[in-house]
């Protein structure tokens, strides 16, 4: 047996009897809220014998794994009171969505947000009713839910938000729930080493609470299903000191939780004060517990002669078909009197005495804790001027900038600027996305052993990279959910890795805005760089553009989605992200060097429209153009521009106009997005009759979604990723999709009837030059200099 | 110190000094073919002074992990030699593509494949030139390169994939080289507890090789920077028994190497050995390797007097701007020079005789091991006759069944007749997407310790379930990949857990099928049950139909996706994508009791057309219509037939078209999609000009998208799923969207001009309607039995 299973088991430290009656009670009082909320419409108190009608004619609802998560909340109160902490929970399992509610309603939290589900008897009533009901709240831990920053709906993110809360709150615990089968999931595997990214001087500390009931929905679980020496060598070498309670026997079991748990904190408070005075700088060994109870524990064993408590049965609703089934009437109301009510609440309904002086008080309640509720807490940024990192500028596009370089001059001094209050996370892809200026001003957070030979590591720091956006997004989204801000990097064809985890927070976030009581938060902020254009190195796997698409399913009054063309207007654009309040920003902008279209004042005036005419590229005189070619995208920009260059060598008279798109929402109609450009002023830009020639950075289905309704959208031709790519020349790329200059030309060729035949030729010339500059490329190794160093003619 | 480390530094079995001769020979003709790769365009063999214009004109590649790869895979070699193993090869650092690519060059294996890339002098002129160059081959191991089933450049994936291919190859050994930053991804963490779903009888074995080079692309990598103890405790609770490897001194690392593969290899035969003669029945604990190494092995140790081996600045290209920098192109020649290719290849450029005997022959070479090539070994699934699944069918609309249950009997059979070549795979989902009849003639794989309340948990098995959708979706592709079928059934909302696994399969499948050389294997076959529409117990999270719109981004020659409105249609369509090779099929498709609308005869017919009309719902005799709905999905389908019969009973002159897509791609352009109707069929079924109310499964910009380019989509009208969500009935959810049969026939009226004026009070009628059954299920909770128990009307 190894050290820590030995201690737990031989290192009780006695509750009193009477302690341990109190905090049974209160568990009682949980579970039996729990259950009512599944299974009751009337009756709550049970004053009555239990009738067919009481009960709802839908039973939705996951019991199994609510009596643990009820069983952690009530000891978890305790030491909070005992040792006045400041504590947040996270519940892994969100399906226990009974447990969050009935403890937010026994500490009075839940009738101080929702004051029609008193804390009395007929607020009781409600509060069964409405959950898992139509127009009520929902089956799960939910923004709904005071108390909690975590869904859970979605299992694998608990470890992630929890340390993303501790990070720069160092007077926080945050304990976190991770059920057993959220534990086979990959982000939660990974999350476990978090521990080597959180300081303990300038961070709050994380408890995760690793609860075994053994059972998923149908199957066991696989950490229930080694043995305790292996389980223990896992946690040990995920760097825990893991401390064991087990059994099912109530009494036993309130005597081992309080002592793990005392013993646990007792263990953070010596790490935190040992790193705090300067003494420890060896990575410490966090403690955490390992929980393992039944699941359904205290509900009915059997049913219709098959064990329940302990086995997957239990996961939902142990006794289902109740109205019609009076055996499973007279077994529930066994199971909810198995509780005592009469003895948890007074006549009138209200907890007895003895229960609320167990809870902590006011803030220190976890239900009303200001840190899940994070907008409550949220200091603006202290901002920079971001015009002063505008890059010199003398004609549109006859200088070069590396856009993201030039962003992160920008972060440097934001880091700078808020030291506890923003972090930049990234997929060990920061430098390799240029914003390597931020390490000047700041480290990388590293506890693993840190060598000279290392680049930026460091015990404190605001920069957060590991190589799993999973960590990545999870982190951030428990940073901003308590109320701060920060920014996450990524390769943009990998943030697909994090699809489900950003539709997950757009989700929350939709909800949240109907919740007046939910004060906003800071903007989730995507930068996708090194893009699906410049993946010279990597080929294939690494161009992807579809987060847009995924993204553009979500709530209009959630997303944002930039494409700032060059590195004044992504200077712009990040500032207003940075600014924002419970949206998710995507911008994409490029890490190679590439032409400046706009000087500052210009790229300013540009991004607060979204979308513009650039006049000093068009040739239409500002009315009536023969052919409009638009852009998104700085690949796009500057293949479109360089086609603009040619029309106007091949045909001086033609009339083009340049329309760039950053903001691409103002493409969608005003009545479908916030920022969607009315129709007349689209029409105002597009035309409505004249060919338009869309060059666009991601899938061309995009533009399709977003403007089949315009006028002119038959006359809408869109050019951008078809799939194709390789290891190859930044200009083989667009070529391989069709968006290269020379294509763009013919299809303006192709579309202005005004041109006619006379242009045959040149149109031959252009396809003619395409396969000549292939065939350079695939001789040389490299771009021709005629497309590699076009600038725009002045 | 552990046991294990113990032994690996105590036991190492002797090398003869021959022996290390040959094996870092090879071992250095595998790392100058790597680095020749990356630099060079000339003069292969350096017969002459290296020049700047041998030298490519941009540097792209890996170089920081190759010498790794390359070692492993010699000593790999030695052992199949030794010891006749039939073993494949996957190299988790995909980037390392120049490793891959030396070793099938040195084996003889890449000249086979690509006959002018000859195994000489001007071959290997063309092996290096071709590199990374446009119009040659990728960076990265990649489909085109003989010996993989993995591609490597989403980090995360290696270790399923490998365990997937040994499922059901109980001769079968897979070598898996886990890279340390892959290590830190998600996926790859939970993919270790893969052994606790490994078979000693009937499956073949893993060999994971953890690689630690201590760095990934500027970060140290977090199992580098963890104390040896702890690393053991990690991988000894993750259930392997590591041995582990370190150094950098070449002669030792060899007999080191050896020694503990002999070890590994033993311990393998050992176990298989003992459970296949029935000894024993307790969970193995699998070998493993713990290679640490320094990054950028063997390559320059500082440049412009930075350290370089064994940091993050190996990485990529050690030495930058050879051609315009001589001290760089010194440099690179006396690193080249190092490797003593005079010794390594004869005068026509060939390697040596004894390099060449070093290596296996034929299939047994890793690169040539026809499991890498699965559909060379791909045999048909026996596949019972679906129509014998079919439901009892009297009138359309008149009977229900449960969609998935039905194909779940046919699934059972499948999995009887096929037992060591097909697999199916859930997040612990497959009862609960009612697929439970499989449990008739198999069990859920599950090598923990069982108990006798488990339900259908057993050694051998072919439904495997584990809570990680990362996991489920590599071991699929490992499965497909090395030759054999199967399902992956998903809750719908959580398969976009794999977007990016999925993104990454279909590229993969895309390059193949430009490669005659590599075979057809199974589609990936995607169920997608416990849909947005059926979540009454979990609400908004679990609501989410977008999986199908980052399908469509996919190259249209490799994605399939169907929606069947019934079971019998499920049947079909079920049964043809079991048949089908390389594509990607998504089948979206109800769990709960649902009207059945087709016999088996019109089921076929229908699913073999993909979309069609519904003349026995329709009233518009077969011509000319007022108004078409269409419909695809279960839910959509239920709604748009009762509107239908609301519209009969409203406008009995009205004449109403319904229109049913089981096949999406259908209403792409036959120009876009192999599926995609001619536009003179579309037109047939939707007309040119009438108002056509699409009732869809998913998000609704989907269908505007694929059919944006057809005649009269501007009469078009898509109700879909519009992200309002949250527990409730199941025609709240639909109201919620408007997706309702009264907001359908609302639809109508709106946009059916012959009804005039006079249907305002029936419009009214149906908003009322529909405000009163909200209310209904508010009161009580469920569903008001009018829509509840709705049928058709016969």
Known sequence: MTEAVTEAVTKVVPLSDDEVRLIDAYWRAANYLSVGQIYL???????????????KPRLLGHWGTSPGLNFCYAHLNRVIKARDLDMIYIMGPGHGGPAAVANAWLEGTYSEVYPDVSRD????????RQFSFPGGIPSHVAPETPGSIHEGGELGYSLAHAYGAAFDNPDLVVACIVGDGEAETGPLAASWHSNKFLDPVRDGAVLPILHLNGYKIANPSVLARISEEELVQLLDGYGYRPVIVGGDEPASMHRKMAAALDQALSEIAGIQRA????????RPRWPMIVLRSPKGWTGPKAVDGLPVENTWRAHQVPLTGVRDDPEHLALLEEWLRS??????????????????????????????????????????????????????????????????????????????????????????????????????????????ERLPTDGHQGPHGQVMEVLSEHMCQGWLEGYLLTGRHGLFNSYEAFVHIVDSMFNQHAKWLKVTRRLPWRRPIASLNYLLSSHVWRQDHNGFTHQDPGFLDVVMNKKPEIVRVYLPPDANTLLSVGDHCLRSRDYVNVIVAGKQPALDWLPMDAAIAHCTRGIGIWEWASSDGGADPDV????????????????????????????????NVVDLMRLEPDTEHPHGLPDREYDALFTTDKPVIFAFHGYPYLIHRLAYRRNGHGNLHVRGYKEEGTTTTPFDMVMLNDLDRFHLVMDVID?????????????????????????????????????RDWTWPY
């Open 121 to 128: 008897g007929p607020g009781m009533e409600r509060l069964f």
């Open 628 to 659: 409009v070619l638009a852009c998104a995208g700085d690949i796009p920009t500057l293949e479109t521009l360089a086609a603009v260059d040619l029309l106007r060598q091949f045909f001086p008279d033609l009339r083009v106009r340049v329309v």
């Open 275 to 282: 790193a705090r005075d300067g003494g420890g700088t060896a």
């Open 41 to 55: 419409l009337g009756n709550p108190l049970l004053r009555e014998p239990l009738r067919r009608s009481d009960v």
């Open 339 to 448: 509780y005592r009510p009469d003895e948890l609440f007074d006549e009138d309904g209200r907890p007895v005495p003895a229960l609320t002086e167990l809870a902590p008080e006011g803030e220190r309640r976890m239900s009303a804790n200001p840190h899940a509720n994070g907008g409550l807490l949220l200091r603006p940024l202290k901002l920079p001027d971001f015009r002063d990192y505008a890059v010199p500028f003398g004609e549109p596009g006859t200088t070069t900038s590396e856009a993201t370089r030039v962003l992160g001059a920008f972060l440097r001094d934001v880091v700078k600027g808020n030291p506890a209050n923003f972090r930049i996370m990234g997929a060990d892809e920061t430098a390799s996305n240029r914003l390597g200026d931020v390490f000047a001003a700041t480290d990388r957070v590293f506890e693993g």
């Open 751 to 787: 579309r202005v009837p005004s041109l006619g035949g006379r242009v045959a030729h040149i149109r031959q010339r252009m396809a003619d030059q395409r396969l000549a500059l292939r065939a350079y490329t695939r001789e040389h190794g490299e771009d021709a200099p005629e497309v």
